[in-house]
């Protein structure tokens, strides 16, 4: 069973990886700041589907996150994915 876990751990993070690569999403959201992959992945206990991503942006202001957002949204890289 533990070793079932592992597996299925190992598989979502290496799909998670495959994700970020393919959209190049780090990348996108690296323009804005510096980048920390957190929660179930960075501690390599993924059991969902979702990846937490902090971006720590030292000019943050409302204009920022829209932009960002728009330029997540313009990339439509992931509507294969929902």
Do not use: P, W
């Not at 920390?36 to 937490?52: A, E, P």
């Amino acid at each position: 069973m533990k070793n079932e876990l592992q597996n299925l751990l190992k598989k979502l993070k290496k799909t998670a990886d495959l994700l970020l690569r393919k959209t190049e999403t780090v990348e996108l959201l690296e323009k804005y700041g510096d980048i920390y992959k957190m929660g179930g992945y960075r501690l390599d206990l993924m059991v969902g589907g979702d990846i937490d991503i902090y971006v720590i942006d030292k000019y943050f202001c409302k204009k920022r996150a829209i932009k960002c957002l728009h330029d997540l949204i313009s990339k439509n890289s992931f509507r294969g994915y929902l």
